[in-house]
């Protein structure tokens, strides 16, 4: 009978590591991601460049989905949005497009980790919600705050049927750019996208 190989083994008993040793592994994970995409990233380069041997490695997370889910709900990646508030909605939109603007290389960097795992996401459920609550959910409520706050300031109308997809146009045009262009969304593009699509669509003067 052939010996089942690490990928097809029962799963074995979690072994001590220091939450160094693991963030390193996640590191790594996160490196690779953006280095080669998901189909390529395999618990071997994993391995090789922590200087870890598979074992380890599958003693801890079992699968390639399990260390990827892992490492992305370890993510804690600088929020270019976080303090967000002008006293207008127009004016944190602004300010959302400098952020993004001045944060390029960290938001470059979001937009690849979401590139290199969005198709393998689609086709798994908890690979999905770690990608969403690493590098989406918060910049979408952050931005969901923002129009509420305009709507109670009466900037805009509550009944406004744009006000619901605001943060998708701006996370899509933050995401998107660089896929269609080659290039990633910096303060210019967004400030542009916003007069021209967003506010408009809100009734604000661009």
Known sequence: MATQGPETAAPQRRSKISPEREQE??????D??????????????????TRASRSTLYRQWCSKPQLVVAALRSCKRPFALEGIDTGSLAGDLRAVAAAVGEAGEVCGGDTALVYAVGHAA???PDLLQALR???IEHEVKT???MVRRGVERG?????NPAVEFVPTQLIGAMRVRHLLEGRFADRDYLTRFLEASVFPALGLAP
């Open 25 to 30: 592994f996640y590191q790594a994970v996160l």
């Open 32 to 49: 690779l991601l953006q280095e080669g995409g998901y189909e390529a990233l395999t618990i071997e380069a994993v391995a090789a460049r």
């Open 122 to 124: 689609l086709q798994d």
């Open 133 to 135: 609550a690493a590098l």
């Open 143 to 145: 931005i969901q705050a």
């Open 155 to 159: 900037e805009v109308a509550a009944d």
